[in-house]
């Protein structure tokens, strides 16, 4: 379908949005409803996970849980905006939980049949995207109860990246950070600086007083936690991406800070699990589950 970018934020939808931090991981999760009705969706939800033991927790997705049920509400979609690198997806516990449709970009096939292959996971793990419910499409549109929404490719910090536009508001992911912090990194597989340029204006074509919503905040400087800007702000104020920012003075820009990161702390586990639709590998014969340490696999 062909998406209307002129359209006004004056007759668009509000939803009401919900943010849910993870101080470990810096990730926002959102519960995002329908104010006419009971329907949400909740979007890149956190698996509470410790490195150096190995153990799961719940407490994160358990707010998110117990917030839904305080508030009667139907989760109608669990959306992962991309196959994440920092965190471990709750989506699963969340669905057998509260029900719902698990869903992320078709792009997922060349993300499992990269990091499959780097993981050696094996001809059991299929790499048709078959672990999740929907597949979205550039251009797909869904609902959430009356709540109009749709899907955008938006690559670049992986291959698999969407933004959602919900109504009068954006979840981009990675793709963009708060102005002060600028943008994603685009040096991970299947990761390009110039496509994350070009994906970014995207975003940035929607109208000015679109509102979004981050997936993580790094607080520079040592500022309080925040998680929405719009548009407007963005093209004024982003360190990486603002107006004046031409798209080869962003690569450079970029590619310089991106060989200056180190990679994310949970990043094997995260990508193992992730790819999975948030499921682990299946459990060994002393019925016990394991995830892989690839030896410099990533440097």
């Not at 009401?16 to 969706?41: G, Q």
């Not at 929607?206 to 520079?220: A, W």
Request: hydrophobic share 35%; net charge negative; proline share 5%.
């Amino acid at each position: 379908m062909s998406v209307n970018m002129d359209i006004k934020t004056d007759h668009l939808q509000q939803p009401e949005v919900t943010p849910f931090f993870d101080k470990e991981t810096n990730t926002f999760s959102y519960v995002v409803k329908d104010p006419a009705s009971d329907a949400c969706a909740i979007i890149d939800s956190v698996l509470n996970f410790d490195y150096a033991s190995g153990s799961t927790g719940y407490d994160g997705a358990n707010e998110i849980i117990q917030y839904v049920r305080h508030h009667q509400l139907k989760v109608e979609w669990l959306i992962e905006t991309h196959v994440h690198a920092d965190h471990l997806s709750a989506a699963p516990y969340i669905q057998q939980t509260l029900g719902g449709k698990l869903g992320i970009g078709e792009h997922i096939i060349t993300v499992q049949n990269t990091f499959g292959k780097i993981f050696n996971a094996g001809s059991d793990f299929e790499r048709d995207g078959s672990q999740f419910d929907c597949l979205f499409k550039d251009g797909d549109s869904y609902q959430i109860g009356n709540l109009d929404a749709y899907a955008i490719h938006t690559p670049g910090h992986t291959p698999a990246c969407m933004t959602h536009v919900i109504g009068d508001s954006a979840f981009v992911g990675d793709t963009l950070f708060m102005p002060d912090a600028g943008t994603a990194r685009a040096d991970f597989p299947g990761g390009d600086a110039r496509t994350l340029y070009r994906s970014i204006q995207k975003v940035l074509s929607l109208p000015e007083q679109t509102r979004l919503f981050m997936c993580h905040d790094y607080c520079p400087a040592g500022r309080q936690v925040e998680y929405e800007t719009t548009v407007e702000e963005q093209c004024q104020r982003n360190i990486h991406i603002k107006s004046s920012i031409d798209e080869d003075t962003f690569v450079k820009i970029r590619e310089a800070r991106d060989k200056t990161l180190g990679m994310p702390l949970l990043i094997l586990p995260s990508l193992q699990v992730n790819m999975r639709a948030g499921h682990f590998p299946a459990p060994e014969s002393n019925n016990m589950v394991y995830l892989k340490l690839p030896i410099n696999a990533f440097k």
